[in-house]
């Protein structure tokens, strides 16, 4: 059992940069795959970028490629998701999530956060 929770979502203007993290308050993510994933209303829950276990493979939606960089610290139990270049399309609630395999499908993932709000600005 993980419980996640996120944080780091704001309010931005275009150009900005966020920084979200994603933290184990129960259980430890050591062994999990950690992706983000996103959701804006009216739209599907995407995968934003994943990270393998020991942060060897890294995979981004081609939105993300050059802007957004994932990282974790095993030791902290923590994720991150350092967003640079934000433009109106990033806005979305964005989750942690953690899987056994690096995948893009959403219902592979076993544990979610409850989410943070990304907002960009024009």
């Known amino acids: 059992q993980v419980q996640l929770e996120e944080s780091g979502g704001g309010l931005v203007q275009t150009g900005g940069s966020l920084r979200l993290s994603c933290a184990a308050s129960?259980?430890?993510?050591?062994?999990?795959?950690m992706g983000w994933f996103r959701q804006a209303p009216g739209k599907e829950r995407e995968l934003v970028a994943s990270?393998?276990?020991?942060?060897?493979?890294?995979a981004y939606a081609d939105s993300a490629k050059g802007r957004f960089t994932i990282s974790r610290d095993n030791a902290k139990n923590t994720v991150y998701l350092q967003m640079n270049s934000l433009i109106f399309d990033d806005t979305a609630t964005y989750y942690c999530?953690?899987?056994?395999?690096?995948?893009?499908?959403?219902?592979?993932?076993?544990?979610w956060g409850q989410g943070t709000q990304v907002t960009v600005s024009s």
């Open positions: 999530a953690a899987a056994q395999s690096l995948t893009r499908d959403p219902r592979t993932y076993a544990y």
């Open positions: 990270i393998s276990w020991n942060g060897g493979r890294l």
């Open positions: 129960e259980g430890t993510i050591s062994s999990y795959v």
